[in-house]
């Protein structure tokens, strides 16, 4: 016998032994869950005629309890207000405080701004602009302005043991090798001969 040809008697259908067996157990389940329920019902008592005064204790009864729900309810609300109180609190007070450290830090920040600015203006009478950019930025390469090499070339010029006894000190002053580039391509200074 061919499961894939139909028998001329029988009648098409699309479903599948397994899924007859779960139809069938359904229905038994359902005959089942029948029979208990005449069970239970025969073996209850009569029901009884409830009065009107009880109907209002039931509902009395169960307003006090949605009352309490309530209560309890608010009472979370009113302890959730208070952690998120202090919290508030807390945040506040840190706030301040960070707004005062703010504050302070401005006021060092012009106490700061003001004493620079007051040393360069102090050394602004000994040092040239460029000298005193120099002291500032450390030992960044600067590019040596005219009047900072003619300066530069004048002390030179007068001690060549004290420009170098200066240099090795750190004062800011441009390399020998500066001034000797600035005078061969300018000849800034006749007669003043620029050695190593």
């Given at each position: 016998r061919?499961?894939t040809k139909?028998?001329?008697s029988?009648?098409?259908t699309?479903t ?10 359904k ?29 209002r204790?039931?509902?009395q ?19 959730e207000?208070q952690?998120?109180n202090?919290?508030v609190s807390?945040?506040?007070?840190c ?15 012009k106490?700061?701004e003001?004493h ?5 203006q102090?050394?602004?009478?000994i ?5 005193i ?13 005219e009047?900072?090499i003619?300066m530069?070339?004048?002390?030179y ?5 004290a420009y ?22 300018y ?8 050695k190593?």
């Amino acid at each position: 016998r061919n499961p894939t040809k139909l028998l001329p008697s029988a009648f098409p259908t699309l479903t599948t032994a397994a899924a007859e067996a779960t139809e069938r157990q359904k229905r038994m389940e359902s005959r089942s869950k029948k029979e208990i329920l005449k069970t239970i019902l025969k073996n209850t008592a009569p029901v009884e005629v409830i009065q009107e005064d009880e109907v209002r204790q039931a509902f009395q009864t169960v307003g006090e309890e949605v009352i309490d729900e309530k209560d309890e309810k608010i009472l979370h609300l009113e302890t959730e207000i208070q952690r998120l109180n202090s919290l508030v609190s807390t945040l506040n007070k840190c706030k301040n405080e960070q707004l005062e450290e703010i504050k302070r830090l401005k006021i060092s920040l012009k106490i700061a701004e003001f004493h620079r600015n007051n040393l360069e203006q102090k050394l602004s009478c000994i040092f040239t602009n460029g000298q005193i950019e120099k002291l500032r930025d450390g030992n960044k390469r600067r590019n040596w302005k005219e009047e900072d090499i003619a300066m530069s070339i004048t002390l030179y010029s007068t001690s060549p043991k004290a420009y170098k006894l200066l240099r090795s000190n750190n004062f800011p002053l441009p390399g020998v090798r500066t001034l000797q580039w600035w005078s061969k391509k300018y000849d800034i200074a006749p007669g003043v001969k620029i050695k190593n």
